[in-house]
Nanobody
Framework: QVQLVESGGGLVQAGGSLRLSCAAS????????MGWFRQAPGKEREFVAG????????YYADSVKGRFTISRDNAKNTVYLQMNGLKPEDTAVYYC????????????????WGQGTQVTVSS
């Protein structure tokens, strides 16, 4: 089992920044690829960013490329999502998720999920 706890969400004005953190415990963190997803009211959960187990490879949704950066610190069992240039359409609950080795963009392919953290961007 892997337990995931997100933090860092909040209310920010458009153009502002937030950094989300996801702390992992349980099985060996560096065996897992990590993903950030988000879900807005009335919408399906969508892929935002992913990072390979080593941190060597990162992946982004087109909607956040150039604004968001995913990173991880395996010594601290933590993955981060730095969000800059936030827009009202980024408003959602953000979740981190873990799966073995390979990043995918499908929520159904992740085995472990955090409880989510709310990000609200005002215009």
């Amino acid at each position: 089992q892997v337990q995931l706890v997100e933090s860092g969400g909040g209310l920010v004005q458009a153009g502002g920044s937030l950094r989300l953190s996801c702390a992992a415990s349980g099985r060996t963190f560096n065996n897992y690829a990590m993903g950030w997803f988000r879900q807005a009211p009335g919408k399906e959960r969508e892929f935002v960013a992913g990072i390979s187990w080593s941190g060597a490879n990162t992946y982004y949704a087109d909607s956040v490329k150039g604004r968001f950066t995913i990173s991880r610190d395996n010594a601290k069992n933590t993955v981060y999502l730095q969000m800059n240039g936030l827009k009202p359409e980024d408003t959602a609950v953000y979740y981190c998720a873990a799966r073995r080795i390979v990043v995918t963009q499908k929520p159904s392919e992740y085995n472990y999920w955090g409880q989510g953290t709310q990000v609200t961007v005002s215009s």
